[in-house]
């Protein structure tokens, strides 16, 4: 039997993150799984379409900032680090006056945003099917009120 600060399958512990045995079997459904984060980091609001971007070809930060429209400087800055610290997301400072920042996809993340592409072309393909089944859904569940009241 495993104490509670024992690591077990990925599992973060309350003691140093530096003792979580990285040859354990990650389970994303374990509550303190580092892959839980990870998960939540890529597939976030944010983190999807950061990463979708990304998949398009390497970005300065205002032009992703704008590409990903809707997003506050402050969001995108905290996705992007949370990205980065993944493994998803290069950071690359320019040597150029005054230095500007490019952010790319790492190999890995390159393999997460495909998948990630891929499911936003389906989602967009089938919005003809998710409006009518909104409507269908909200028509059933609205409460009826009589005409005349």
């Known amino acids: 039997m495993t104490s509670p600060d024992t690591p077990a399958h990925g599992v973060e512990s309350t003691s140093d993150p530096a ?3 990285p040859t354990l079997e990650a389970d994303v459904f374990a509550r303190g799984c580092y892959s839980r984060a990870a998960l939540q980091n890529a597939t976030g609001r ?3 379409l950061a990463l979708a971007a990304l ?3 390497p970005y300065r930060f205002n032009a992703l900032r704008r590409r990903v429209d809707g ?4 969001m995108l800055s905290q ?3 949370a990205l980065e610290r993944d493994g998803l997301v290069c950071r690359d400072v320019l040597e150029t006056i005054p230095p500007k920042v ?3 996809l790492s190999t890995l993340g390159s393999s997460v945003a495909l998948r990630i592409a891929a499911l ?3 989602l967009e393909s089938e919005m003809p099917t998710i409006i009518a089944s909104r409507e269908s859904y909200d028509a059933r569940t609205t409460p009826h009120v009589p ?3």
């Open 19 to 21: 003792t979580v045995d």
């Open 46 to 48: 944010w983190g999807a």
């Open 55 to 57: 998949n398009e070809g």
């Open 71 to 74: 997003v506050s400087e402050r």
């Open 79 to 81: 996705t992007l680090q």
């Open 102 to 104: 490019e952010y790319s």
């Open 120 to 122: 936003i072309e389906l």
């Open 147 to 149: 005409a005349g009241r």
